[in-house]
């Protein structure tokens, strides 16, 4: 029995074979060819170079003859990350086609919106840095036609994916060995505090789907309606971000929560201002600083490696939280608000362009020099303002702006987000509206969060404090292991190229020097210290993954010096991360 709906049917071609159609726009397109499906999706297939370590995006399955051919032409080495827009397509296709042999291949990724929404996690899988160049896009036949829109939407999900991976990579060279040491600071400091689960847990018995959460940041139009959010104390969760912080307290504003995130934070963010009683949020990348300067109740979240997480979760007894992060302290800020539970989030001084010619609040004035000298150096772009205008922007607050409106477009009847900013840049999918009225409509229902958060206790107790004190220490001891273990893999490397280059014929040798070499690697790549090393090495690795994947042709002996290399790398990261653990992890 042939499946079909409405929308989507099976014909025969004229060799016998069935063709999928979809009606659309009052035409029936055959999504393979009349004649012979199967020999059109080998010509399809052939259009395309399969090269070493290529990850390629497929838009459309169809009836999976194309997907096939082209992953009978892949190796081990390669991905495909196939888009099916249409779930009636897939469902009709898996009635009529066997897809056995796809679904079992691990190195094929299917991905259907309407079914799971999951290319986030699907391209931050498969897409790295390394791996960019070797990106290709395949559409099958019609659907780009049919699907113009929504494959535009596809291709452009993967090209900000390529263009935060850039990003990504200028923030970790640039604050290089910083990062594994905030890291280490912040995974000794979380055993004595808290985190946002706990939040979670202490508003459950409050009607928080109904107050509001306001997210305070730092653009220059904060300063026209600051003061507005006096009269939103105790009705309202107010997180405020580190930038932004200076000009609400002036204005005599209590913030619930204050967020900070960067591993630089200029110091005028906070000098010379009472912030003994501030209840904070930090990342896996704060600045250390802070604490050690001001101290204060702390709630964490964050990625702080997959081991230390795990070591975490058991005790905790649940998953130690991390949030989705857009790259800014906002966009974290608006993500905890989401985790804790609040359905109302209302924007201030988010103005994500340059307002009347100004960067940011004039609270913190001075913070990045002289004004127009900070503008001037930015990668400038221009943006639609809530008022129509123009407005400068720069790249970095446009990424950010772009990202709002997708969580927003993609979370859409999860939560109704305001825009009370007066100013700035347009982000669809916001109500924009003036701060005080949006106080005065939403901010009804009496609530303390500052007083719920002050009186939450610590994650852990005395004894599971000590036993994660002791875990810490035990990573020290790994280094040790993993350095020895990179001091004989580098001289067994550096032996096999020397008998390489020589043309040594003694095939035996080389072959138990080079199981040596993989078993080696394989205990390098399962230490629970592999994820710090990714930090202090990563120069190599940039490096080590330009020359790989863009030379194809690379002998033996050149793949191996690029290992050592490689190796040598993590071998001074090791040191380094030695040397970090006593200054940051386990210092008393």
């Known amino acids: 029995m042939e499946s079909t709906t409405d929308q989507v049917r099976i014909q025969r071609a004229e060799d016998g074979e069935k063709v999928i ?11 393979n060819s009349k004649i012979s499906p199967k020999n059109a999706a080998a010509q399809y297939a052939e259009r395309y170079e399969i090269r070493m370590y290529g990850v390629y995006f497929v838009y459309g399955i169809a009836d999976g003859k194309s997907i096939r051919h082209l992953s009978e032409k892949c190796d081990d080495t390669n991905v495909m990350v196939v888009w099916e827009p249409n779930v009636e397509i897939l469902a009709v296709a898996l009635h009529n086609f066997d897809f056995e042999d796809l679904i079992a291949n691990d190195n094929i990724i299917l991905c259907v919106p309407e079914a799971e929404d999951n290319i986030d996690d699907i391209l931050q899988k498969v897409v790295s840095y390394s791996n960019m160049k070797l990106i290709e896009f395949c559409i099958l036949p019609n659907y780009d036609v049919i699907y113009t829109k929504q494959c535009e939407k596809f291709m452009q999900s993967c090209i900000n994916k ?94 619930d929560l204050v967020c900070t995130i960067d591993p630089e934070s200029p110091e005028r963010f906070f000098e010379g201002m009472d912030l003994k009683d501030i209840i904070w949020m930090y990342g896996k990348w704060t600045r250390p600083w802070i604490f050690q300067q001001y101290g204060g109740k702390i709630f964490y979240q964050g990625n702080y490696t997959g081991m230390w997480n795990t070591i975490l979760s058991d005790e905790l007894g649940y998953k130690f939280p991390a949030v989705l992060t857009g790259g800014s302290v906002t966009s974290d800020a608006f993500m905890i608000a989401d985790y804790i539970g609040f359905r109302k989030i209302i924007l201030v001084g988010q103005d994500m362009a340059f307002t009347n010619g100004i960067s940011h609040t004039s609270g913190i004035e001075g913070a990045f020099g002289d004004n127009d000298e900070y503008i001037d150096s930015r ?31 993609k979370n859409e009847g999860r939560f109704r987000v305001i825009n009370a900013t007066e100013g700035g840049a347009l982000i669809k999918g916001t109500i924009n509206q003036r701060l005080r009225e949006t106080i005065s409509s939403e901010c009804k229902i009496e609530f303390d969060g500052y007083k719920i ?136």
């Open 453 to 588: 958060l002050n009186q939450i206790e610590p994650a852990f107790t005395s004894e599971q404090q000590e036993k994660l004190e002791n875990k810490l220490s035990e990573l020290k001891q790994e280094a040790s292991e993993l350095k020895n273990i990179l001091k004989q893999n580098i001289k067994n490397q550096n032996e096999l190229i020397e008998h390489l280059e020589q043309n040594n014929q003694n095939g035996a040798w080389i072959a138990d020097k080079l199981r040596a070499v993989m078993e080696q690697n394989a205990k390098i790549e399962q230490s629970l210290i592999m994820e710090f090393l990714t930090y202090y090495a990563q120069k190599e690795e940039y490096e080590v993954g330009d020359d790989i994947y863009a030379d194809e042709n690379m002998s033996i002996p050149d793949m191996i010096r690029k290992s050592v290399y490689l190796q040598n790398g993590y071998l001074k990261g090791v040191e380094m991360l030695q040397e970090d653990m006593d200054e940051y992890a386990l210092k008393s």
């Open 379 to 409: 990668y400038q772009v221009y943006v639609e303002g809530i008022d129509g205008q123009k407005l400068k922007t720069d790249f970095q607050m446009w990424r950010y702006k772009k990202w709002f409106e997708k969580i927003i477009e």
């Open 21 to 31: 159609e979809l009606y659309c726009r009052k035409h029936w397109w055959r999504l």
């Open 162 to 255: 390529m263009q935060d991976e850039i990003v990504h990579k200028s923030t970790r060279l640039g604050f290089s060995r910083m990062i594994p040491q905030h890291m280490l600071f912040h995974m000794k400091n979380m055993i004595s505090q808290r985190n946002i689960m706990q939040i979670r847990e202490a508003f459950f018995t409050y009607p928080v789907k109904e107050i509001p959460a306001i997210i305070v940041s730092a653009g220059p139009s904060l300063d026209k309606n600051v003061k507005e959010l006096q009269k939103a104390q105790g009705k309202a969760f107010i997180i405020v971000v580190d930038a932004a912080l200076r000009t609400v307290l002036k204005a005599g504003v209590k913030p």
